[in-house]
Each structure stands twice: as structure tokens, then as C-alpha cells.
């Protein structure tokens, strides 16, 4: 990866805990925070502000390209802009949490978040999280995590979060697309948080960085 910086890659299905890690491990690794469903979250909100429906594939093509999808850095943490409108707020909405799967299915679409979370690689050291981060964005990347957790759990989470999120049908729609699914790459390391903390797992993330001699 000669025109990248450091990155490490957590992928995982939804809830799975690897926002809160992928966070904590970049705090504690001085790297910058990518969160790249938050970026197919925001292209989802804005297509659904326009009216436009979330399996209007050549809509959603065509109005991506010309929107002004722009990533920037808060306190080492991606933040997105459409058109100049912060959709932080939004990302999490019933609407989006419903349409997400089927908007970032669109090759266009995945085409330009892929292209924004190279461009963070280019200039910073990354935790980058998502589904595909190790197994397309970054498929060369040493250092390759799946975090994985059990689908109570998982549930519990969101509930505990107090989300209508119906996290077994996106699991299912994110893992049987064909663009990029959720998969395990076969060189990433699983690990189940089912039964751990936020702390238990970075230090296994770090303890396995450092066993693969990765300069941190
Ligand atoms: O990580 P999340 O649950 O906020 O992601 C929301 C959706 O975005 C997820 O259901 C599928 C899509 N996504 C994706 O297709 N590829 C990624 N790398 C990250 C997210």
C-alpha cells in the first residue's frame, strides 16, 4: 500500500460493537476515526430528502455524482457534509436505518465512499470501520479485524441504545449483495465481543498488532 498511511480495518455486521471500538482503539493509537457507514448513512438521508426512493438505482446513481459529498475531521473523528448540510443529526432516523442497506447496494455510490475513506488513508493513519473496509478498500492492509458478537446480544445493544433498527434484515441485505458484501476476509482475525468489553477487545486488537510486528 505505498500511498497509505497505516490503516486498520474493522468490519463486522450492525451492532457488533465495532463503532465503540474502532473509536477507543484510534484514541489510544493517536490514529484518526473513519466511520464509513456513517458516510453511506448521510448519501442515504439526503436521497430520501429529495423524494428520492431507496431502490431508484439510476436516481440515486446520478444524484450522488453531482452532490458535494465532502469529509472533513472533528477531533480526529470523519465528519460529512452534503451540499454544505451537516446531517449528523439524521444518520440514525428510522427512514435511514430502513433504506441504508438497499441505497449503498447502487455501484456508484460505492464507488465514491470508497474513494473517500482512500483519500483519509492518504493522509492520516486510520481505524477505518464498516463491512467491506478489509475484504475491497483496503485488501492489503496487515492489519484486518471482523468483530463479531451473537445476534441476542446484538439486538440487546441497539435496544439498550434505544433504536428501531431491524439489524437482522440489513445483516441479511449487506451479506447477500453482490457489490462488496459482509464477509470475513481470509486473512482477518475474528473476534467475538459477545462476552467482552469495549477495553477487553482493543487490548486484543493491540496485543495481535503488535504479535504481527506492526509498528503502532
Ligand atoms: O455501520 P452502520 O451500521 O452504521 O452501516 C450502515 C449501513 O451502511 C450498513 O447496513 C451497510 C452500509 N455499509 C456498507 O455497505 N459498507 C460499509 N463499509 C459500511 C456500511
Known sequence: MPDFHRVIAIDGP????????ARELARRLGFVY????????????????RGIGPDDGG????????AQISCRLKNNES???IDDVDPTNHLRDDLVNKAVSRVSTVPEVRKIVTEKMRNYARAHDVVIEGRDIG??????TPGKFYIDASPEVRFRRRVAEGQRD???ARDRADSSRRASPLTVAPDAQVIDTSHLTIEEVIDKIVERLKLKGLPL
Open 79 to 81: 465528519r460529512v457534509w
Open 166 to 168: 431491524e439489524i437482522a
Open 135 to 140: 475484504s475491497v478498500v483496503f485488501p492489503h
Open 34 to 49: 473513519v466511520n464509513s457507514g456513517a458516510i453511506y448513512r448521510a448519501i442515504t438521508w439526503y436521497m430520501l430528502r
Open 59 to 66: 436516481r440515486i446513481a446520478r444524484t450522488v455524482e453531482s
Open 14 to 21: 450492525a451492532a457488533s460493537g465495532k463503532s465503540s471500538v
